[in-house]
């Protein structure tokens, strides 16, 4: 009867949507991976993944109706379809991608104040132990105290020495790799390696912020804040807490 068909119609809709959502996951992830990397992802992409998905679904329900059941429902045009999903699912998408942002966010201003609060607490050491950094060209090091090595970040084949000077910012390129610096500092476990580009001297940190896509680390008088990837949030603001 009409019901049952009725039925079978909207199931085939529903089998073709998700099976075209599945699809463009397993392409996107395969194409684009930085889209679902947590360390490199942003709105943007989330919005991008959300319309591209909502329109392969009309092209294909379109064909489905086309080419499927032809006489057996009334044939709408491509367009019709495209405004239709679109109609349907573009408010529940972004409302859904916003409540999710929403709740990162959230989530990451938590973390960070509760670390703030730990970090208020924290009493002055003692002067560290002087260093000197030795890059790949002989020529060129770099000594200083450990206390004034601010944060060290990944530039190609070089690393950008972010250190205090006479209490003044200080920044030095240096041909060395950031996995040979993280490998002559793992003595001191102030140093830590926060994000994929970013080694941090945890003991300078002043104060941490949080927002959707991440958590960042602030420096008194340093101009830049130092972002921390998803994956490393939780070690990361852990250490700080073991460091008063």
Request: with cysteine.
């Amino acid at each position: 009867n009409n019901n049952e068909y009725a039925l079978l119609i909207s199931l085939g809709f529903g089998f073709i949507t998700l099976l075209i959502v599945g699809v463009n996951q397993l392409i996107i992830s395969l194409f684009f991976p930085h889209f679902f990397d947590p360390d490199q992802s942003k709105i943007k992409h989330n919005y991008i993944v959300s319309i591209w998905s909502l329109l392969s679904i009309s092209i294909f329900n379109w064909l489905y109706s086309k080419y499927i059941l032809q006489d057996m429902i009334h044939q709408y045009s491509l367009w019709d379809f495209i405004l239709i999903t679109f109609a349907v699912g573009i408010i529940p998408i972004f409302v859904s991608i916003v409540i999710f942002e929403k709740k990162l966010s959230k989530a990451n201003q938590t973390l960070a104040e509760d670390t703030n609060s730990i970090i208020l607490q924290r009493k002055s050491g003692p002067v560290s132990d002087f260093i000197t950094l030795q890059s790949e060209l002989k020529s060129e090091n770099l000594s200083l105290s450990i206390s004034d090595l601010i944060a060290i970040k990944a530039e190609g084949n070089y690393c950008e020495i972010y250190y205090f000077k006479q209490g003044k910012f200080t920044p030095q390129l240096m041909r060395i790799s950031l996995k040979s610096l993280e490998k002559i500092l793992e003595v001191y476990p102030q140093f830590m390696r926060c994000h994929r580009s970013y080694l941090v001297n945890l003991k300078l940190v002043s104060k941490v912020s949080g927002s959707a896509r991440n958590i960042s680390l602030h420096i008194d008088n340093v101009d830049f804040s130092i972002p921390v990837s998803r994956t490393n949030e939780a070690i990361v603001t852990r250490a700080i807490r073991h460091m008063i």
